[in-house]
């Protein structure tokens, strides 16, 4: 057996041996029709007496269908039970979410597989060294926590069954030469070259750059996420001897990384990565006690000693969170009881609106997810045109609202909890779109419409 075809099937042997898979356990390979799966599912089949197919049709492209037919046509050959999803609506739906089609995409898949093998099922994915190089930069892209900079794990029960991946260390080409010997078809898939996906602009421009100026980028990368998994470890110690609504300030000063307690604290409460820095800010000597900082679910507040999250009031519950990116979602609309909130994403050069109903941002400017509440006593901002703060109250009164209709305010906050927009009134001085618009960049455009 050639060198590459060897080598992966002894990959695959050894996490099955290394799990304790008996033969005659039921493992899924979860299967594209791409050069990767079906190099797996050569080296699978090769090994492991009790095999299935499981193929997701996503909907998103012309020739999906034709994969498909492919995949079912393989497992056939191979005398395999195979079993296909195909995802309805998957791009209305994400777009109704607010969500990226990647993202989407994976959610369906998964979810699906989880159906298909139950809580203790196995499914084998085709991901090798080259899509763990990618993970890793678009978990630093992203912004997401350090620990995720480690890329995949080559075995993982996260989802409820078990997810094995034996071909992180082995890169594309080689994984491609396997089929070429044996004489195994593939599919092609064109969307992978569409430089419209983040993942496509990484593999074919990042990442060669990288290689060139620094060969070896992603071993120190993956170290910095090992150190990083040894300081969760600790901050998970602090926090299981504390209350799970409460963080000492204590715990904090002795966390190896007080961004990261803070991070794993709030993510519960739906604190974001971007807000960590007001967290931060709030468990500091500066902080007053009363001081808060909202998530889209709950009020974190610094008491004396510590951290306090809780609950937001029914005043504050209607509060609604989305991401407007580029490279997902171009427009949306979010309802409110007593108005709806749409919004675009406009391009370069963007027709100035004077409508006070509606508002501009610098999108590169604003701090992802946003959120959309009710005002309350307490909220302050920046105004266009102003040097300091300016209590929202003041700003009503000066706009001259009657106390009836105060209530009905409402205000898009930021992650970090800076009100970017009181709506119909003030945008902050520091999200304002540029004069003149930047053309290599984004405006996010609001529009309130009232009832």
């Given at each position: 057996m050639p060198d590459e075809r060897a080598m992966l099937t002894e990959a695959v042997q050894s996490l099955l041996d290394r799990e304790g898979v008996a033969a005659h356990q039921k493992v899924w390979v979860a299967v594209s029709g791409g050069a990767d799966s079906m190099a797996l599912l050569l080296a699978a089949h090769a090994v492991h007496e009790k095999l299935g197919v499981i193929h997701v049709d996503h909907g998103l492209r012309d020739g999906s269908h034709s994969d498909r037919l492919f995949v079912e046509s393989e497992a056939a050959r191979l005398k395999l039970e195979c079993k296909t999803h195909v995802a309805m609506n998957l791009a209305q739906r994400a777009k109704e979410r607010g969500e990226g089609l990647e993202a989407a995409a994976r959610a369906e898949r998964?979810?699906?597989f989880e159906e298909v093998v139950g809580n203790r099922g196995i499914v084998l994915t085709g991901h090798h060294a080259?899509?763990?190089?990618e993970t890793q930069l678009l978990h630093w892209l992203r912004g997401s926590k350090a620990e995720a900079w480690t890329g995949m794990t080559d075995?993982?029960?996260q989802r409820g069954f078990a997810v094995g991946r034996p071909?992180?260390?082995a890169t594309r080409a080689q994984l491609v030469a396997s089929l070429v010997d044996a004489g195994v078809e593939w599919k092609e898939d064109p969307s992978n070259q569409d430089?419209?996906?983040l993942r496509n602009r990484v593999r074919h421009e990042l990442i060669p750059l990288l290689d060139d100026l620094r060969p070896g980028w992603s071993s120190g990368m993956k170290r910095h996420g090992e150190l990083a998994k040894e300081w969760r470890t600790h901050s998970q110690a602090l926090l299981d001897h504390s209350p799970q609504d409460v963080l000492p300030l204590a715990a904090i000063e002795n966390a190896p990384s007080p961004r990261q307690l803070l991070s794993m604290w709030g993510e519960p409460f739906g604190v974001g990565a971007r807000q960590i820095d007001a967290l931060l800010h709030l468990a500091g000597p500066s902080a007053e006690v009363g001081a808060q900082v909202e998530?889209?679910?709950h009020v974190l507040v610094r008491e004396r000693s510590g951290l306090m999250a809780k609950p937001l009031t029914a005043s504050i519950s209607h509060g609604q969170s989305w991401s407007p990116l580029p490279e997902s979602n171009d427009s949306g609309e979010l309802a409110v009881p007593n108005g709806r909130l749409t919004w675009s994403l406009q391009g370069s050069n963007p027709t100035i609106d004077p409508d006070e109903n509606s508002a501009q941002l610098s999108h590169?400017?604003?701090e992802l997810p946003l959120t959309v509440r009710p005002w309350k006593e307490g909220d302050r901002m920046v105004p266009i045109?102003?040097?300091?703060?300016q209590k929202v109250s003041d700003i009503l009164t000066q706009r001259k609202v009657d106390h009836s209709e105060r209530k009905k305010a409402w205000v898009v906050c930021e992650a970090s909890g800076r009100i970017a927009w009181l709506v119909g009134h003030r945008i902050h001085r520091d999200v304002a779109m540029p004069s003149p618009p930047d053309p290599d960049g984004w405006v996010l455009r609001l529009k309130w419409v009232p009832h």
């Open positions: 998964y979810g699906w080259d899509d763990q190089r075995w993982s029960r071909f992180l260390n430089p419209a996906h998530s889209a679910s590169s400017a604003l045109g102003m040097s300091g703060h």
